[in-house]
């Protein structure tokens, strides 16, 4: 578990590769909602699907989450 885009990155360069990235979207503001666009920036990592989990249910939010490269958005 961990809280910010940053420490996502951390992981990813420490661990193996995962098959999944699940991550809670409280707020567009939160920089962990950015985090598809920091993933796709490494090439070994574009290919991890990256899933948001919120309870943001607006259309506007689903869009930009989908937008941003998240592959799904429950």
């Known amino acids: 578990i961990v809280h910010s885009a940053q420490s996502v990155m951390d992981q990813l360069m420490s661990d193996q590769i995962p098959d999944l990235i ?3 979207v409280i707020n567009q503001d939160s920089d962990i ?3 598809p666009v920091l993933v796709k920036q490494v090439p070994k990592w574009a290919g991890i699907p990256i ?3 919120s309870v ?3 259309r506007g939010a689903v869009i930009n989450a989908i937008n941003l ?3 799904d958005y429950i």
């Open 22 to 24: 699940l991550v809670e």
């Open 69 to 71: 490269g998240y592959r």
């Open 51 to 53: 899933v948001a989990h």
């Open 56 to 58: 943001l249910s607006d």
């Open 33 to 35: 909602y950015r985090l």
